[in-house]
């Protein structure tokens, strides 16, 4: 059973329209991570999420952290082609090892110009 | 530049040959990992170092071993490489139990 469920698993959109991806589980975290992934590198953080019901904002992306803390959107407003690439998320269970973080298997989103 | 290194980025290898991927970072970070990454699986932790001769198991440990002698170098050992370990692995370091910095991945091919 996959801890972090992430949909929808692929995302194929026109620039300029907007979406947004969902990171579901059954359990309490006590953080969450938004991760976006390029082809050929590393993930690299957009953005930590750690209170309930919190909203972040990044330039067009929006954050959100349920309010019971088991799940998160995130928001891309008017995409562009640069906002391509592969979305994890990823969370420290509440309770669990601080040291272990555990991903979602990840969006792969295309915006075509 | 602040950064995580992994050698090689790419190696085909064979059943058997033991092999030893390299991970540096340059940022003094206490706390290293090491991921797979596969399609339809997503991304896995194999091992992890809280710091210095401190390591422990990830969600998917066997047919792998690490070691930390030193805080910068993290590397991961297939004793004896099997074709299921083919994958692309990611080393990451971070300075807390937060935010992760990656590396640029190792594609690992074993026939």
Known sequence: TQLLEQSPQFLSIQEGENLTVYCNSSSVFSSLQWYRQEPGEGPVLLVTVVTGGEVKKLKRLTFQFGDARKDSS???????PGDTGLYLCAGVRSGGSNYKLTFGKGTLLTVNP | EAQVTQNPRYLITVTGKKLTVTCSQNMNHEYMSWYRQDPGL??????YSMNVEVTDKG?????YKVSRKE???????LESPSPNQTSLYFCASSPDRGRRHFGPGTRLTVL
């Not at chain 1, 995130?74 to 562009?80: D, F, N, R, V």
């Not at chain 2, 805080?71 to 050992?77: D, S, T, Y």
């Open chain 2, 71 to 77: 805080k910068r170098n993290f590397p991961l050992i």
């Open chain 2, 42 to 47: 997503g991304l896995r932790q194999i091992y």
């Open chain 1, 74 to 80: 995130l928001h891309i407003t008017a995409a562009q």
């Open chain 2, 59 to 63: 969600d998917v440990p066997e047919g």
